[in-house]
């Protein structure tokens, strides 16, 4: 067993009151806390190491990002013409579309007029016939 381990094996028994009382309890004790302050150092230096890694990764991660988002750049506006072209086929296919129908329309409308035409004219000489003139 170690010198500290016997040490503190006094204050186990007895719930932290030396099982035989020292006459320096400072000096019988003063290892004890030498080693504590060695253990709070190394906790802080295992502390101040963790927060410098986790900075330089946050920094590596913000210089990733950055260059992920300056080599991105090309693909966004690859992306952005090829959406903007679709877009634009799409709307000049639809007025194709439009301009179609709108014919088919006319043309019908065009039709049902010139087969009206024969009714109008008859329609009118029976007007013209009728007043004598």
């Given at each position: 067993m170690s010198r500290l381990s016997a040490m503190l094996e006094r204050f186990r028994r007895t719930a932290g009151v030396p099982a035989v009382p020292a006459e320096d309890f400072e000096a019988e004790l003063a290892?004890?806390?030498?080693?504590?302050?060695?253990l709070e150092a190394d906790a802080a230096r295992l502390r101040d190491h963790a927060a410098a890694e986790a900075a330089a990764r946050l920094t590596a991660a913000r210089a990733e990002c950055e260059r992920i988002t300056f080599a991105g750049r090309p693909l966004v506006e690859a992306e952005r013409v090829r959406v903007a072209s679709a877009r634009r086929a799409a709307a000049e296919a639809e007025a194709r579309n439009i301009v179609a129908r709108a014919e088919v329309e006319a043309d019908r409308l065009r039709k049902r007029g010139y087969e009206r035409i024969p009714s109008l004219v008859d329609t009118v000489l029976a007007g013209v016939k009728g007043t004598g003139e």
């Open positions: 290892p004890v806390f030498a080693a504590l302050e060695e």
